[in-house]
Nanobody, 118 residues
Framework: VQLQASGGGLVQAGGSLRLSCAAS????????MAWFRQAPGKEREFISS????????YYVDSVKGRFTISRDNAKNTMSLQMNSMKPEDTAVYYC????????????WGQGTLVTVSS
């Protein structure tokens, strides 16, 4: 499956932004999906995931309660709703997917830049 992330931009602290990830070329519904981000000068970090059916989600503590991950398998899309944003959320955000039979994420979007101003 090929992934394309979009929706990044500039937002003020406290504001909201919604990222999207569009999938093509594969059976999106078979993929366990996640969002990662990489802040300037830092390593890429996992922030949220969603299972194939969309019923189970996971968030790291730094975004829990502020970000919401969701997916629409009929439309081959995944989203990340980001609220109450902070300057430390500034990063390039990546969507990623893996089949349940493998441990590593094998499909990656190109990344979309999110900048949160203080």
């Amino acid at each position: 499956v090929q992934l394309q992330a979009s929706g990044g931009g500039l937002v003020q602290a406290g504001g909201s932004l919604r990222l999207s990830c569009a999938a093509s070329g594969g059976n999106f519904g078979n993929y366990y999906m996640a969002w990662f981000r990489q802040a300037p000068g830092k390593e890429r970090e996992f922030i949220s995931s969603i299972n194939r059916g969309g019923a189970k989600t996971y968030y790291v503590d730094s975004v829990k309660g502020r970000f919401t991950i969701s997916r629409d398998n009929a439309k081959n899309t995944m989203s990340l709703q980001m609220n109450s944003m902070k300057p430390e959320d500034t990063a390039v955000y990546y969507c990623a997917g893996r089949l349940p039979t493998v441990e590593n994420f094998t499909a990656w979007g190109q990344g979309t830049l999110v900048t949160v101003s203080s």
